[in-house]
T-cell receptor, first 110, second 116 residues
Framework: QQPVQSPQAVILREGEDAVINCSSSKALYSVHWYRQKHGEAPVFLMILLKGGEQKGHDKISASFNEKKQQSSLYLTASQLSYSGTYFCGTERRSGNQFYFGTGTSLTVIP | NAGVMQNPRHLVRRRGQEARLRCSPMKGHSHVYWYRQLPEEGLKFMVYLQKENIIDESGMPKERFSAEFPKEGPSILRIQQVVRGDSAAYFC??????????????FGPGTRLTVT
């Protein structure tokens, strides 16, 4: 039931773009995105509802395609501070058990 | 407004001892989730509690693990007779309402349990 993320790891130079995908084998109600820096707690980024929603703030945005049961996180013009592990979190029904994805390690180098 | 608090931050236990992990949710939050994270792995759901109620404990091992969230005081995750495989980071998260399309979770700093 755990969503699968791809790629598992990515290394970028500052200013480059990246896309992280999150796929589920089950129908989804919503998708949440979190970033976790090494040794720290996950930090909430955004929630997307079904309905083909797109959201974004700063240079990080995301989309949710409920028909394909997948979400994508877009990081543009990456900064060093973007480094960390990104997790998607999914719920199949509002208020139901919450599953985190397998994680994507993102490293931004100068 | 203080965030989610967890204590202790680090806990060392010998095999067979008990571990008690505490989580105080954000002010006004009555929904608490516990997750376990092994090194270099993702977050695994363990249990979801509301005040005085366990809503979903399907992610928690049937033996040795228990959780509570009393009317007063923090949520407690208890691990009895710890084994080396219990070594992990345990995170709790709180939410204003059941985590859903509207309400996100706020995570505490985690408790790193080491079993020797």
């Amino acid at each position: 039931q755990q969503p699968v993320q791809s790629p598992q790891a990515v290394i970028l130079r500052e200013g480059e773009d990246a896309v992280i995908n999150c796929s589920s084998s089950k129908a989804l109600y919503s998708v949440h995105w979190y970033r976790q820096k090494h040794g720290e707690a996950p930090v909430f980024l955004m929630i997307l509802l079904k309905g083909g929603e797109q959201k974004g703030h700063d240079k990080i945005s995301a989309s949710f395609n409920e028909k394909k049961q997948q979400s994508s996180l877009y990081l543009t013009a990456s900064q060093l501070s973007y480094s960390g592990t990104y997790f998607c979190g999914t719920e199949r029904r509002s208020g139901n058990q919450f599953y985190f994805g397998t994680g994507t390690s993102l490293t931004v180098i100068p | 407004n203080a965030g989610v608090m967890q204590n202790p931050r680090h806990l060392v236990r010998r095999r067979g001892q008990e571990a008690r992990l505490r989580c105080s949710p954000m002010k006004g939050h009555s929904h608490v989730y516990w997750y376990r994270q092994l090194p270099e792995e993702g977050l695994k759901f363990m249990v979801y509690l509301q005040k005085e109620n366990i809503i979903d404990e399907s992610g928690m091992p049937k033996e040795r693990f228990s959780a509570e969230f009393p009317k007063e005081g923090p949520s407690i995750l208890r691990i009895q007779q710890v084994v080396r495989g219990d070594s992990a980071a345990y995170f709790c998260a709180s939410s204003l309402n059941p985590v859903s399309a509207i309400y996100e979770q706020y995570f505490g700093p985690g408790t790193r349990l080491t079993v020797t």
